[in-house]
């Protein structure tokens, strides 16, 4: 949080993160990406099944040494979004709840991501040795806060007392 209480922009777009993982629709993770570039969101993702495929939470995992193989991953359905909305992610950084898989590290390098923001750890993965190779900066900060702090009471005074004058 910067000194002005405000979230710092990684803290921002982690949060944003955050949210999109609300959208998961496998119970085994929920994780959400944001690729953002010059401060601005380019695309979002989470885990989820396949467009017009039954969801996890609906009909069960596909399991797969031991992964669930039924949902694409969130950055994979970030990676999409951008390039359905032919939207140019050369140089995003992405902001991932949890850290990527080796089959999506390898993804988000191919697509020029140089930069990934992430809070929580992904265990069994070269994410981070392909990153480090591919010259992509890796930032690990602390969860943000899961608060949003939204005053709408002070706000509604406040315009109160201006219409007032």
Same mark, same amino acid.
């Given at each position: 949080?910067?000194?002005?209480?405000?979230?710092?922009?990684?803290?921002?777009?982690?949060?944003?993160?955050?949210?999109?993982?609300?959208?998961?629709?496998?119970?085994?993770?929920?994780?959400?990406?944001?690729?953002?570039?010059?401060?601005?969101?380019?695309?979002?993702?989470?885990?989820?099944?396949?467009?017009?495929?039954?969801?996890?939470?609906?009909?069960?995992?596909?399991?797969?040494?031991?992964?669930?193989?039924?949902?694409?991953?969130?950055? %994979?359905?970030?990676?999409?979004?951008?390039?359905?909305?032919?939207?140019?992610?050369?140089?995003?950084?992405?902001? %991932?709840?949890?850290?990527?898989?080796?089959?999506?590290?390898?993804?988000?390098?191919?697509?020029? %991501?140089?930069?990934?923001? +992430?809070?929580?750890?992904?265990?069994?993965?070269?994410? +981070?040795?392909?990153?480090?190779?591919?010259? +992509?900066? %890796?930032? !690990?900060?602390?969860?943000?806060?899961?608060?949003?702090?939204?005053?709408?009471?002070?706000?509604?005074?406040? !315009?109160?007392?201006?219409?007032?004058?």
């Amino acid at each position: 949080m910067s000194s002005n209480g405000r979230p710092t922009w990684d803290e921002y777009f982690l949060k944003l993160a955050m949210l999109a993982s609300e959208r998961a629709t496998c119970p085994r993770m929920h994780c959400g990406c944001v690729l953002v570039k010059d401060r601005f969101v380019l695309a979002t993702g989470y885990n989820g099944s396949l467009p017009g495929q039954p969801h996890c939470e609906d009909v069960g995992c596909l399991i797969v040494d031991n992964h669930c193989v039924r949902t694409n991953h969130a950055e %994979i359905n970030a990676l999409v979004q951008a390039t359905t909305h032919r939207v140019n992610i050369k140089g995003a950084t992405a902001y %991932i709840t949890n850290m990527s898989c080796t089959t999506c590290s390898k993804a988000l390098i191919a697509a020029g %991501i140089k930069r990934v923001v +992430v809070f929580s750890d992904f265990h069994d993965t070269l994410a +981070v040795k392909f990153f480090n190779d591919a010259n +992509v900066e %890796i930032v !690990k900060v602390d969860m943000p806060n899961k608060m949003i702090n939204y005053d709408l009471e002070s706000y509604s005074s406040a !315009k109160k007392t201006e219409k007032s004058k």
